[in-house]
C-alpha cells in the first residue's frame, strides 16, 4: 500500500507484518515464536512487536508458551493487512489504498490520480464522510460496517467502448453475491443499483473523463451495505434500504468481499474493452432485471413517459412499451416504478 502526498495519507502497509500475518494464516495451527523468525528473516523480537500490531488492528492471536502463535480469528472489518494479504494472492500488480476515514472514495481516486497513482487501482475506507450518489444524492456510509470503495482505470479509448460498463459491473457484483449467497434474492434496478427483496443493497456511481472523443479514465464507485442492521440506517434511508446481514441473518468478511468486488468489477472491464459479449448483455441482464415486465415512469427531456419495462437491447438501453404500444429507448435517467 502506497503513501501518497494528500492531506489525509492511505495507510502505509508493513511487509513484515504481512509476512507473519500470511504465514499465520498457512498454517492455520500454531507457529512457534523460532520458526516465524528464521522464515521470514527476522529476530524474534520483532515478531513480538508484529503480532501486537496485528492484534491492535482487531486479528485474534493466541501465545502459548512452548506452542507459538495460533490465529484464532480475523477481523470482519475492512483491514489493511489483510485486504493486501488476499489481494496478493488473487489479483497481483492492482495496487489497493487503504483510509480510515475519507471524504468520498471516488474524489480520493481522482486527487491520487492526480498526484500520480497509475491505474488500475482501488481505493478502500472504512468511513466516508461525504460519499457520494448520483446527480448530487448522497451515500449514507455507516462507518465499519458496508462497503465503500472505488476501483479506477485508464482505458483511453473511445467512450462507446464502456457504454455499458456499469450494467456488467452490476451483472457481475450480482454473480459474485449470488455464487456466495445462493439464496441472495438479488436484482439490479437499472441502471445502477442492486435490490435485495425491493429494498436497495447497493449503489454504483461510474465517473469518466472525456475529452476529444476519448475516455482517458474511469472510476466505478460503489457502496453495498453488508453488515449493517435495518436498524441502523438513518429515518429518510430505513424503509428503502436493507444489507445482506439484514437479508441473511449472518455478518460477512468485508475483505474477502471486497478482493470479490475488484476481481468483478475487472471482468466486466475487460469484457468492454475485448467487446466479445456484446450481444449477450440483454440475455445476462434479464437473470437479475428488478424492472422487468413492471409499470415504469420517467421524465425524459422534460416530458413524462409511462409504461411496461421490457428489459434492455444490446447496448444498455431500458426498452419501455408505452400505452399506445410503441417501444421507447432510454439511454439514461431516473426511472421509478410505479406502484
Ligand atoms: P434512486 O434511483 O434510488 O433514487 P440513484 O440511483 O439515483 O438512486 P444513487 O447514487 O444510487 O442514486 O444513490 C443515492 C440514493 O440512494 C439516495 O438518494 C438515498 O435515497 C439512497 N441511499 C443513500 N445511502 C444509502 C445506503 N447506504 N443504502 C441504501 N440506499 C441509500
Redesign the pocket.
Known sequence: MKKTNTQNPAVEFDPTELAVLETLIHANDYVSGNTLAKSIGISRTTIHTKIDQLKKSGFKIKATSNRGYFLEKLPQKLTPQLLQTYSNRTIKDFQIFFYPSVDSTNLEAERLFSNGAKPPFAVFTNKQTA?????G??????ANQ?LYCSIMFSPNTEPQKLQSFTLWVGIEICRSLKTLIPTLDLKI?WP??LYCNG???????TEARIDSDRMHTIILGL?L?IN?TSKS?PG??KT???SLRAETNQTYDMNALSIEIIQATVRAYNKCIEAKDEDSLPKAWDAFDYLKDKPVSLTENGQKISGLALGINSYGALQVEKNNGTIHSIHSG??TLKQ
Not at 429494498?199 to 456511481?205: A, E, F, Q, Y
Request: charged share 30%; glycine share 12%; proline share 0%.
Open positions: 460519499g457520494k450518489g448520483r446527480l444524492r448522497k451515500w449514507h456510509s455507516q458496508n434496478k445502477n443499483d429494498k436497495k443493497v447497493s449503489g454504483i456511481l457502496g451495505n449493517s440506517f429518510e434511508i428503502i434500504a436493507t431516473d426511472v
